[in-house]
């Protein structure tokens, strides 16, 4: 079966640093979403994106934190500045269409810790 | 208003009997509603899901129940097996430019004794 794929896994990162977290959607699929999860708590929307552009973003998703397509399969989040709330199960996922009623199929997560 | 309440935070079964997960919803715009499993170390897979003009959707041993009047779904698991023990989400989210923004219930883990 088809899947989404993030690199990488996990990241430790100082205080202040960029991180870039990779993502690598199902092929034929238009539509691209993050999502996070911080321990312990449920999953929250961050951002969906499609043709190229920002569709809906959450009051989490500020100035620091930013998506892109840089090609034609990949799909990256990058947090400019980080901070230590921002460590979190950061989850890329995608969906054929954006209509009610396609699957939203999740990647593995990439676990990332701000120290 | 978009909060979606998911209990029992967390529930013991005991192989072939029924487990019954819970959500409540506010926001009326919601019209989809999907269930999630994650086991530990993956990322949320979709299990079931239902629209509210339905009142229930049954997959194998897993069921929607929906209560559109009440805005509370239910999802249950019969003659639950020790692979079904996971963390279990209930989400819901509205259509149009909205849709991937699915709003998450804080889940449940189910643990599934042999």
């Known amino acids: 079966e088809p899947e989404v794929t993030q690199t990488p896994s996990h990241q430790v990162t100082q205080m202040g640093q960029e991180v870039i977290l990779r993502c690598v959607p199902i092929s034929n699929h238009l539509y691209f979403y993050w999502y996070r999860q911080i321990l312990g708590q449920k999953v929250e929307f961050l951002v969906s994106f499609y043709n190229n552009e920002i569709s809906e973003k959450s009051e989490i998703f500020d100035d620091q934190f930013s998506v892109e397509r840089p090609d034609g399969s990949n799909f990256t989040l990058k947090i400019r500045s980080t901070k230590l709330e921002d460590s979190a199960m950061y989850f890329c996922?995608?969906?054929?269409?954006?209509?009610?009623?396609?699957?939203?199929?999740f990647g593995e997560g990439s676990w990332l810790t701000v120290v | 208003q978009q909060q979606v309440k998911q209990s029992p935070q967390s529930l013991i079964v005991q192989k072939g009997g029924i487990s019954i997960i819970n959500c409540a919803y506010e926001n009326t715009a919601f019209d989809y509603f999907p269930w999630y499993q994650q086991f530990p170390g993956k990322g949320p897979a979709l299990l079931i899901a239902?629209?509210?003009?339905?009142s229930e959707k049954k997959e194998g041993r897993f069921t929607i129940s929906f209560n559109k009047s009440a805005k509370q779904f239910s999802l249950h698991i019969m003659d639950s097996q020790p692979g079904d023990s996971a963390t279990y989400f209930c989400a819901a989210t509205s259509g149009g430019t909205s849709y991937g923004k699915l709003t998450f219930g804080q889940g449940t883990i189910l643990t599934v004794h042999p």
């Open positions: 996922a995608s969906s054929p269409q954006g209509s009610v009623g396609n699957t939203i199929y």
């Open positions: 239902i629209r509210p003009d339905v």
